[in-house]
């Protein structure tokens, strides 16, 4: 019996994010008859006891700033010992950053490397103008925006690019948990809106979280029954300061009492169940937005901004909206045609839900993933024999 292939995957942060969870989807779902995984986080956090806990092989190697030369060249040795240990036949690597370390000590280990660019390439990514440089035997986009981003930006990198969309376990969003329900209802007091509107992200700039508030200002003076509700944070050691003016703003705006911070949440089943539609208000193209999924899982109308990624998933009118970025009377105008016609809620949330049962599953980019797979590690045993 052949025995699995060893793959590796390199991520960069502990927590979850949108990259996160459809690296989590995939190393969950992949066929360990053929393929056996290990994850290796760079930064400890919560998200790698989720992982572990789900009965994933993990590796922590946490590191320190890039920019010391003498402790990134003791992390990427340590990979590369950790590669061949493991005998990989393949490594890949989330993000640009990941990339700078997986992808050196796959090369230095004289493994093949693929780097999975979750975010849309731009001039201004200095670390992704460095990957690219990398040798890689593919580059994963998890949408066609990103793909033309990609191009536009690099030219033609050399490494095959391929595109894969994210997709969700549609039957966790579908059954809510009863009890957490509950509770996270209890510990909000969302009881005391008649509706309520949810988004749910990282909070860093880009993210477009002060253009939904403004909008919340302008909803809130026609429909007073209306809460709103950001679930997120900073990632781990950043010192941006924009939660802290997000909070200043909400207090200018005069919404202390209609906006709940609710902080990184893993119930993200029962915030879905409980909002009334989804906004993702994000004010630079984002290559995908899993969190659009899982809220058109949820069976939830989502209103997108009409940037990168989210033109894939969002079909305006059927299963959504679509405002044009940073356009605060927009995005409030969106909001409030939805919430005051509840049929079309309801019918748009079925139709996103059917969409997503047909396009964006977890089992489809499972096996389409698997297929790459297939694909490269049989062009590489070509090239050994």
Same mark, same amino acid.
């Given at each position: 019996?052949?025995?699995?292939?060893?793959?590796?995957?390199?991520?960069?942060?502990?927590?979850?994010?949108?990259?996160?969870?459809?690296?989590?989807?995939?190393?969950?779902?992949?066929?360990?008859?053929?393929?056996?995984?290990?994850?290796?986080?760079?930064?400890?956090?919560?998200?790698?006891?989720?992982?572990?806990?789900?009965?994933?092989?993990?590796?922590?190697?946490?590191?320190?700033? #890039?920019?010391?030369?003498?402790?990134?060249?003791?992390?990427?040795?340590?990979?590369?010992?950790?590669?061949?240990?493991?005998?990989?036949?393949?490594?890949?690597?989330?993000?640009?950053?990941?990339?700078?370390?997986?992808?050196?000590?796959?090369?230095?280990?004289?493994?093949?490397?693929?780097?999975?660019?979750?975010?849309?390439?731009?001039?201004?990514?200095?670390?992704?103008?460095?990957?690219?440089?990398?040798?890689?035997?593919?580059?994963?986009?998890?949408?066609?925006?990103?793909?033309?981003?990609?191009?536009?930006?690099?030219?033609?990198?050399?490494?095959?690019?391929?595109?894969?969309?994210?997709?969700?376990?549609?039957?966790?969003?579908?059954?809510?948990?009863?009890?957490?329900?509950?509770?996270?209802?209890?510990?909000?007091?969302?009881?005391?809106?008649?509706?309520?509107?949810?988004?749910?992200?990282? #909070?860093?700039?880009?993210?477009?979280?002060?253009?939904?508030?403004?909008?919340?200002?302008?909803?809130?003076?026609?429909?007073?029954?209306?809460?709103?509700?950001?679930?997120?944070?900073?990632?781990?050691?950043?010192?941006?300061?924009?939660?802290?003016?997000?909070?200043?703003?909400?207090?200018?705006?005069?919404?202390?009492?209609?906006?709940?911070?609710?902080?990184?949440?893993?119930?993200?089943?029962?915030?879905?169940?409980?909002?009334?539609?989804?906004?993702?208000?994000?004010?630079?193209?984002?290559?995908?937005?899993?969190?659009?999924?899982?809220?058109?899982?949820?069976?939830?109308?989502?209103?997108?901004?009409?940037?990168?990624?989210?033109?894939?998933?969002?079909?305006?009118?059927?299963?959504?909206?679509?405002?044009?970025?940073?356009?605060?009377?927009?995005?409030?105008?969106?909001?409030?045609?939805?919430?005051?016609?509840?049929?079309?809620?309801?019918?748009?949330?079925?139709?996103?839900?059917?969409?997503?049962?047909?396009?964006?599953?977890?089992?489809?980019?499972?096996?389409?993933?698997?297929?790459?797979?297939?694909? #490269?590690?049989?062009?590489?045993?070509?090239?050994?024999?």
């Amino acid at each position: 019996m052949r025995r699995p292939s060893s793959i590796i995957f390199v991520l960069p942060v502990g927590e979850r994010g949108g990259a996160e969870s459809v690296f989590f989807e995939i190393v969950r779902g992949l066929d360990r008859a053929r393929f056996a995984p290990l994850v290796v986080f760079l930064r400890d956090g919560p998200f790698v006891r989720e992982v572990q806990d789900a009965g994933i092989p993990v590796h922590l190697r946490p590191i320190t700033r #890039l920019r010391d030369p003498f402790n990134y060249g003791r992390a990427v040795e340590a990979l590369r010992r950790v590669f061949l240990r493991q005998e990989a036949r393949l490594v890949i690597s989330s993000h640009g950053y990941g990339h700078l370390y997986g992808g050196v000590a796959a090369w230095l280990a004289r493994l093949p490397a693929v780097w999975w660019q979750h975010g849309i390439a731009s001039a201004e990514h200095h670390l992704d103008r460095v990957a690219v440089r990398i040798p890689a035997r593919g580059i994963i986009v998890s949408s066609f925006a990103a793909a033309e981003a990609h191009r536009r930006v690099f030219g033609a990198s050399g490494a095959p690019l391929r595109v894969i969309h994210p997709g969700v376990d549609v039957e966790r969003f579908r059954s809510p948990n009863p009890e957490r329900l509950a509770r996270i209802r209890e510990e909000w007091r969302v009881d005391r809106f008649r509706y309520l509107v949810s988004a749910i992200g990282r #909070l860093e700039p880009g993210k477009g979280y002060d253009c939904f508030l403004h909008a919340a200002r302008l909803l809130g003076a026609e429909m007073p029954d209306v809460g709103f509700l950001i679930v997120g944070g900073e990632m781990e050691g950043a010192r941006s300061g924009y939660a802290a003016s997000l909070r200043g703003l909400v207090a200018a705006l005069g919404l202390n009492e209609r906006v709940i911070f609710a902080g990184f949440r893993r119930e993200i089943p029962e915030v879905l169940a409980m909002s009334h539609l989804l906004v993702h208000a994000a004010t630079r193209p984002e290559s995908f937005g899993v969190v659009l999924c899982e809220a058109m899982a949820a069976g939830r109308p989502v209103i997108a901004t009409d940037l990168g990624g989210a033109r894939e998933i969002v079909v305006p009118g059927e299963t959504g909206l679509l405002v044009p970025p940073g356009d605060p009377p927009a995005l409030a105008e969106a909001m409030g045609l939805l919430l005051r016609d509840g049929a079309r809620r309801r019918m748009m949330g079925e139709a996103a839900r059917a969409r997503v049962r047909m396009r964006f599953t977890a089992r489809r980019m499972v096996a389409h993933f698997e297929q790459f797979l297939d694909e #490269l590690l049989v062009k590489l045993q070509g090239h050994l024999a």
